[in-house]
């Protein structure tokens, strides 16, 4: 059975989505977990920058980007049909080899924005970083394939322009090497992006860096159990407040808010725990009245 690890970037673009088809997309991850007749399966994604990307249908004209390592599967996110086509064509997915976090790139618009560098590279200035050699941005986790674009860079402006292009985890020691640190200060920039230290990093092993990474991504919830109700403690029970409707059809909490909150329908300025209901009208009392019209009348006199 494969095993599923779901992006956060999934997770908001799910909440996008309607109702209906957020319905179908569970129903269709949860198929593919279980290995059903009916789930989707991979389907390769033609002129990709990455062969490990594939999509997978999930609802009606929706897909999933997913990132496949033997039998791991990383769901990226979910759009429309021609977007995730688009989105497994850009992007491509990498490991941190200084840190061993997992990294998402657009390398199609790093490919885009080449050009525009090389021209202003042309009208002189210093290159940003020509006080470190290649070997001191591989040894701080920069990415071979990032080298000849940040060799073209040649003020902040420039870096700062690639930044929505980039992982976290090479922005920030870059941008502490561009405003003049050390090498010491980007190793302090790239540690916070890591939650735990690594002892070995292998560049391939993609679910080793998913658990290592610190939004790491999160396994399908399971589905509440009826019996979770009555597994809870008794104490936790009656302190969560529950909403009931009264007599005069308003629905109030069980509960007070707040201590020093009033009550409706309550004299009292201080809440003591029980229950509180609005006040009702006094209900009238007309049974002595009918009592007495029921009563048949004796004639004066008689006995």
Same mark, same amino acid.
């Given at each position: 059975?494969?095993?599923?690890?779901?992006? *956060?970037?999934?997770? &908001?673009?799910?909440?996008?989505?309607?109702?209906?088809? &957020?319905?179908?997309?569970?129903?269709?991850? $949860?198929?593919?977990?279980?290995?059903?007749?009916?789930?989707?399966?991979?389907?390769?994604?033609?002129?990709?920058? +990455?062969?490990?990307?594939? #999509?997978?249908?999930l609802?009606? &004209?929706?897909?999933?980007?997913?990132?496949?390592?033997?039998?791991v599967?990383?769901? =990226?996110?979910?759009?429309?049909?021609a977007?995730?086509?688009?989105?497994?064509?850009?992007? $491509?997915?990498?490991?941190?080899?200084?840190?061993?976090?997992?990294? #998402?790139?657009?390398?199609?618009?790093?490919?885009?924005?080449?050009?525009?560098?090389?021209?202003?590279?042309? #009208?002189?200035?210093?290159?940003?970083?020509?006080?470190?050699? +290649?070997?001191?941005?591989?040894?701080?986790?920069?990415?071979?394939?990032?080298?000849? =674009? =940040?060799?073209?860079?040649?003020?902040?402006?420039?870096?700062?322009?690639?930044?929505?292009?980039?992982?976290? /985890?090479?922005?920030?020691?870059?941008?502490a =090497?561009?405003?003049?640190? /050390?090498?010491?200060?980007?190793?302090?920039?790239?540690?916070?992006?890591?939650?735990?230290?690594?002892?070995?990093?292998?560049?391939?092993?993609l679910?080793?860096?998913?658990?290592?990474?610190?939004?790491?991504p999160?396994? *399908?919830?399971?589905?509440?159990?009826?019996s979770?109700?009555?597994?809870?403690?008794?104490?936790?029970?009656?302190?969560?407040?529950?909403s009931?409707?009264? *007599?005069?059809?308003?629905?109030?909490?069980?509960?007070? /808010?707040?201590?020093?909150? $009033?009550? *409706?329908?309550?004299r009292?300025?201080?809440? #003591?725990?029980?229950?509180?209901?609005?006040?009702?009208?006094?209900? $009238?009392?007309?049974? /002595?009245?009918?009592?007495?019209?029921?009563?048949?009348?004796?004639?004066?006199g008689s006995?």
């Amino acid at each position: 059975m494969p095993r599923l690890a779901i992006s *956060p970037e999934f997770l &908001r673009g799910l909440g996008a989505l309607s109702r209906p088809v &957020r319905r179908d997309v569970a129903v269709a991850v $949860r198929r593919f977990l279980l290995n059903a007749s009916a789930a989707p399966h991979p389907e390769r994604v033609r002129n990709c920058r +990455d062969p490990r990307v594939a #999509t997978l249908r999930l609802a009606d &004209r929706h897909r999933g980007v997913v990132v496949r390592q033997e039998d791991v599967y990383w769901l =990226l996110t979910v759009l429309p049909d021609a977007e995730a086509w688009s989105y497994a064509q850009r992007h $491509r997915v990498g490991v941190n080899t200084a840190i061993g976090i997992v990294e #998402t790139w657009d390398a199609e618009a790093l490919e885009r924005i080449e050009p525009a560098l090389r021209r202003a590279s042309e #009208t002189g200035g210093r290159p940003l970083f020509e006080n470190w050699c +290649d070997n001191d941005l591989l040894n701080i986790g920069i990415d071979p394939r990032l080298l000849p =674009l =940040l060799r073209l860079m040649t003020s902040e402006s420039h870096l700062a322009a690639v930044e929505p292009l980039l992982p976290h /985890s090479q922005y920030a020691p870059l941008a502490a =090497l561009a405003r003049g640190g /050390s090498l010491a200060a980007a190793w302090r920039e790239l540690d916070a992006c890591r939650s735990r230290v690594a002892d070995e990093i292998d560049p391939e092993d993609l679910l080793a860096a998913l658990r290592r990474s610190p939004d790491r991504p999160r396994s *399908p919830p399971t589905p509440p159990s009826s019996s979770a109700s009555s597994r809870c403690p008794a104490g936790a029970r009656s302190s969560i407040p529950r909403s009931t409707r009264t *007599p005069t059809g308003r629905r109030t909490s069980s509960r007070c /808010s707040s201590p020093g909150a $009033r009550a *409706p329908g309550r004299r009292s300025s201080h809440c #003591t725990g029980r229950p509180c209901w609005p006040a009702r009208p006094p209900a $009238r009392c007309c049974w /002595s009245r009918s009592r007495r019209a029921s009563r048949p009348s004796c004639p004066r006199g008689s006995t």
